[in-house]
Each structure stands twice: as C-alpha cells, then as structure tokens.
C-alpha cells in the first residue's frame, strides 16, 4: 500500500517504561506459577504424583511462552525508543474508515497518507479503537522513522500546523 518501494510501514503502539515494568511483571508471575507448583508438592491435599504433572506441564508450557513475551515487550519498548530518538513529525490524513474488530471490541480501520518535510509519502492502515474515531479527511500527528517506515499516530495531538477541534 505505499507510494515507493521499500519495507512495508507498521504501526508501533506507545509503550512506556511503566507498560514494560506491569508486562514483565505479569510475565514472571505466569513463568513462576509451574516453578511454585513444583516447590509445593505435598503442602496442598492434591496427591503429588498429580502436583508433579501440573507443576512440569506449567512449567514446560509456561516458560518458553513467557520468555517470547518478555523479549517481545522489550522489542516494543525499543522500537518506541527509536521513534522517540530519530522520528520525524509529520502528518497523517485520514483517506478511508472502515469498522473492523479490534482486539475483543469494535473498531475502526484507517487507511492514512502519512507525509512529512523531508519524508516520502506512503499509505498505511492502523487499527484503533471506535473512540473518538476519526472522520475522512481529518489530518493526524504521527511520528515516523522513515529507515524502517515504523510510524505511530498521536490521535489525541494535531498535526503540525493543525489545531485540535473543539470538544463537547
């Protein structure tokens, strides 16, 4: 969907140090559960022959998921860090919408031209949540490294030169 050759864009979601501090604190307490399970066979009145299965099995279903999620977050984190870094403020103007589902609710799929001083336009979609949608037409901030074509849409900060629109 872009206007030159290269990597195809990707949205980078905003993830702060204290999003990647409650992840990994979720993922440990998950990578710990088999471990514990483990430690405490014959404490519980479960047998410990069935205390031993369900500790291993956690712990060999557990610990490699929660090893990706953790290198994941950190990946998420970096790659934000790099936008923060070397991105370059430009504008996003909303060509198309069109309702999709988003995670477990409904949302909205945006087609967006994304242009900037100094930066190739190229169209990409981004996925958001249906509150407060933006309408067609409606010019966004996004912050974009144009190496790696990665971007992210600050939905609630106008474009450079764009004012907010009033609320209710």
């Known amino acids: 969907m872009s206007l030159r050759p290269g ?12 999003g990647v501090f409650f992840l990994r604190a979720m993922i440990l307490f998950g990578m710990l559960v088999g471990p514990v ?14 205390q031993a299965i369900v500790g291993g099995l ?18 998420a984190r970096a790659r934000t860090r790099r936008l923060d870094r070397s991105g370059i403020p430009a504008a996003a103007e909303v060509l198309a919408s069109v309702e999709t589902p988003v995670g477990e609710g409904a949302g909205v799929a945006l087609t967006l031209r994304i242009s900037g001083p100094g930066l190739p336009s190229f169209d990409a979609v981004h996925e958001c949540g249906k509150s407060p949608s933006p309408q067609v037409g409606e010019v966004l901030f996004a ?26």
């Open 37 to 50: 399970t483990l430690a405490t066979i014959g404490r519980i009145d479960e047998s410990p022959r069935t």
């Open 7 to 18: 990597p195809e864009p990707e949205y980078v979601p905003r993830i702060g140090p204290f």
């Open 58 to 75: 956690f712990t060999a279903v557990f610990t490699p998921v929660c090893v990706w999620a953790w290198r994941a977050a950190g990946r």
């Open 143 to 168: 912050l974009v490294d144009p190496a790696g074509r990665l971007f992210t849409i600050d939905h609630g900060r106008p474009a450079a030169g764009k004012p907010l629109p009033d609320g209710p």
